[in-house]
């Protein structure tokens, strides 16, 4: 059975930095691109980051391209997201999500999310 | 403002049909990408429900269904249920912004 947990998130200053984690099981885990996706309050989903199974591929959305960095650690099948400069557009429950497909990729599992608040 | 979009609500009485839309434009869906449609409760992971426009995953009930068409895309659910209340959101690939991107999600309400 896949699973995806998440953690590292809370509470911190605008500014300031945190890091999530992602442990996954069930699955090969360096065969897979990985994601994080984020919900604000309120909000949609919103794609946020993805790399590759060897890592040599990297994207970023928009709005967290230089701020954030995506990372994994095959070994441990772990994901990572490094979070600096935060800003309270940046408060959401970011979740990891296995990526698949080929041409129209999409997300076939998902964890449960992590809270993630910035606030002064 | 989401890339794709979708109304914000929608409702149906149990036993219904309804159908969700999701607009999308030449960069995304009418380029010929792929939507696909996840159905999300509060304080749970999201749940994938279509794939590639029109597949099921396993385990999927086949009271849902999806189909696409130029910029546009729609997930058809049949006979209502109380457990369908839920917020349900497609997604697809834009070329413009070189991401993934999601519509801005329809809140499901079974009267």
């Known amino acids: 059975e896949v699973q995806l947990v998440e953690s590292g998130g809370g509470l911190v200053k605008p500014g300031g930095s945190l890091r999530l984690s992602c442990a996954a099981s069930g699955f090969t885990f360096s065969s897979h691109t990985l994601t994080w996706v984020r919900q604000a309050p309120g909000k949609g989903l919103e794609w946020v980051s993805s790399?590759?199974?060897?890592?040599?591929?990297?994207h970023y959305s928009d709005s967290v391209k230089g701020r954030f960095t995506i990372s994994r650690d095959n070994a441990k099948k772990s994901l990572y997201l490094e979070m600096n400069s935060l800003r309270a557009a940046d408060a959401a429950v970011y979740y990891c999500a296995r990526l698949v497909g080929s041409y129209s990729n999409y997300f076939d599992y998902w964890g449960l999310g992590t809270l993630v608040t910035v606030s002064s | 403002q989401s890339v794709l979009t979708q109304p914000p609500s929608m409702s149906g009485a149990p036993g219904q049909r309804v159908t969700i839309s999701c607009t999308g434009s030449?960069?995304?869906?009418?380029?010929?990408?792929?939507v696909h449609w996840y159905q999300h409760l509060p304080g749970t992971a999201p749940k994938l429900l279509i794939s590639?426009?029109?597949n099921r995953p396993s385990g999927v009930p086949d009271r849902f269904s999806g189909s696409k068409s130029g910029t546009s895309a729609s997930l058809a659910i049949s006979g209502l249920q109380a457990e369908d209340e839920a917020d349900y959101y497609c997604q697809s690939y834009d070329s413009s912004l070189s991401g993934l991107v999601f519509g801005g999600g329809t809140k499901l309400t079974v009267l």
């Open positions: 790399i590759s199974g060897n890592s040599n591929y990297i």
């Open positions: 590639g426009n029109s």
């Open positions: 030449s960069s995304n869906i009418g380029t010929g990408y792929d």
